[in-house]
């Protein structure tokens, strides 16, 4: 690993961290609101960007922030992509899925699918395949756990009940994604 591989993804990291520290200033501008979604589409993808609080942003920030580092060999434009390719995969899904819900805030739906996405390709990697297997059976049993027992103390912390669909949408569209992208690198090699 280089210096200049180390460098791109600390970039990518701080852009991120600072374009959603920016929308967190006007959240309510860019939440997922129902009513306004198809009006103003924008909240397709910054619903997933900005938070219900600054805790909250912290904590799903330091969790995207982990992302590139545990997993070092993905390279920047796929975790690029998934922050494109997810939000409005899951927003779509809370309009078509769960009419009830009518605002949402958070990068946490966006998390649960990447390190899902990223987990799911690794498992084809030789080296890397115990541990994407342990990060897909911590994530499950993470999901199982909120569907079980609730996620009491996450939103005492953040200030706001979780929205556990989102993290369920989210390993769904990111294992979706992720057969998607090896299905299309495997027909490259062809």
């Known amino acids: 690993m280089t210096l200049h591989f180390f460098s791109k993804k600390i970039i990518f990291i701080a852009v991120f961290m600072s374009l959603a520290a920016c929308l967190q200033v006007f959240a ?37 922030a982990c992302l590139p580092f545990i997993f070092p060999r993905v390279k920047t434009w796929h975790f690029f992509s998934l922050l494109l390719l997810l939000p409005p995969a899951i ?12 605002a949402y805030a958070g990068l946490s739906g966006v998390l649960h699918g990447a390190y899902m ?3 799911v390709v ?16 911590l994530i499950l049993a993470k999901l199982l756990w909120e569907n079980t027992f609730g996620s009491k103390e996450t939103a005492e912390l953040i200030g706001s ?12 569209w990111g294992a979706g994604l992720a057969i998607v992208y090896l299905i299309y690198t495997y027909s490259l090699k062809k």
């Not at 997922?32 to 942003?57: D, I, K, N």
């Not at 690794?122 to 059976?137: P, Y």
């Not at 009940?161 to 769904?172: F, Q, R, T």
């Open 28 to 64: 309510d501008h860019f939440i997922y609101w129902r009513p306004a979604l198809l009006q103003e589409f924008w909240r397709l993808w910054t619903a997933h960007w900005v938070h219900v609080g600054w805790v909250h942003y912290l904590l799903n920030i330091l969790a995207f």
């Open 91 to 102: 927003s779509f899904s809370f309009y078509v899925l769960f009419p009830h819900i009518e």
């Open 117 to 119: 996405a990223v987990a």
């Open 122 to 137: 690794h498992l084809l990697d030789a080296q890397e395949r115990r541990f994407a297997a342990l990060v897909l059976l």
């Open 161 to 172: 009940p979780v929205l556990v669909e989102a993290h369920l949408l989210g390993v769904i």
